[in-house]
């Protein structure tokens, strides 16, 4: 299995990812109507969603590629590209092109992205941009039922996986009900540490929705300007009803994903 760690060079990681590749089975049917380019395409990503080419990996160059594989070069281009534009594999100037990550799909549930990402595989890390206490906004106070001007802990957090940021959270805790403390922010979740305070969260009301990035929020989370996000506003409840946090996320749609379990009425 090819890793990156801080002590390998791109040398030998690009080969270690080769001889992963060449121990790989690609499965080609050249009489089936499915074009060769979405064939490979798909086999690719099995293998990065099996961790068979994990975060990191080098993928050997498209002649190479090619000529193993019997397929001409445009053919292996369009299969990575496809690749790309899911998010899977990044083409990086003087590197090659790399696996990045699999795409994270977070059931609509009351968890934490921390929670999730960690139960995925994904090794979150989280980096605290603000965490100061301030009078709540309109917004904010109707969302937790408090007066305006209250006093709530702001805290913004950038969330990432494998060293690449996933996405960008703004979140508001009513001043006195926890001790948001920024170093546990950096190696937790904020649930984790709400049910660590004693506090039991019982419902949330959220909505989902899709927008284009900000010049700042693009950069922020490392996508082109306009790039498609996802946004999320929850506000969570403990088990007595009360209003503990209010949440505006925003998602990479590139990597991320919401699923739905739709039951039918009879």
Same mark, same amino acid.
Do not use: W
């Given at each position: 299995? +090819?890793?990156?760690? %801080? ?7 690009? *080969? ?13 049917? !050249?009489?089936?109507? =499915? ?11 099995? *293998? ?9 990996? &080098? ?26 534009? #899911?998010?899977?594999? =990044? ?13 994270? #799909?977070? /059931? ?19 980096? =605290? ?8 906004? /309109?917004?904010? +106070? $109707?969302? &937790? ?9 702001? =805290? ?8 690449? /940021? ?16 920024? *170093? !546990? &922010? ?9 049910? $660590? ?17 900000? /010049? ?7 996508? %082109? ?11 969570? @409840? ?12 925003? @998602?990479? *749609? ?13």
């Amino acid at each position: 299995m +090819a890793r990156v760690s %801080p002590h390998r060079t791109a040398g030998s990681t690009r *080969a270690s990812a080769a001889a992963t590749l060449a121990g790989m089975d690609f499965a080609l049917d !050249r009489s089936s109507p =499915v074009p060769l380019y979405y064939q490979l395409a798909q086999q690719l990503e099995s *293998a990065i969603q099996r961790d068979v080419l994990s975060p990191g990996s &080098l993928l050997g160059n498209e002649v190479e590629l090619a000529g193993r594989l019997g397929l001409s070069r445009p053919t292996v281009r369009q299969a990575i590209q496809t690749l790309v534009d #899911k998010g899977l594999l =990044v083409r990086r100037r003087g590197v090659g092109t790399q696996v990045v990550h699999s795409q994270v #799909k977070r /059931p609509l549930e009351l968890s934490s992205l921390y929670d999730d990402l960690e139960t995925a595989g994904q090794s979150p890390t989280t980096q =605290v941009l603000h965490n100061e206490v301030e009078p709540a906004s /309109p917004e904010v +106070a $109707a969302a &937790l039922g408090i007066a305006e001007r209250s006093g709530v802990h702001r =805290v913004d957090r950038l969330r990432l996986t494998h060293g690449q /940021p996933v996405a960008a959270l703004c979140n508001y805790i009513p001043e006195g009900l926890l001790d948001v403390d920024t *170093a !546990r &922010l950096e190696s937790t979740g904020l649930y984790r540490m709400m049910r $660590a305070a004693g506090i039991t969260l019982h419902s949330a009301r959220q909505s989902v929705g899709a927008r284009s990035a900000t /010049p700042e929020e693009a950069e922020r989370l490392h996508e %082109p300007a306009g790039a498609a996000l996802l946004t999320m506003r929850r506000t969570a @409840y403990d088990d007595t009803g009360r209003a503990v946090e209010y949440g505006t996320h925003i @998602y990479r *749609a590139s990597r991320y994903a919401f699923e739905f379990q739709l039951l039918v009425r009879a």
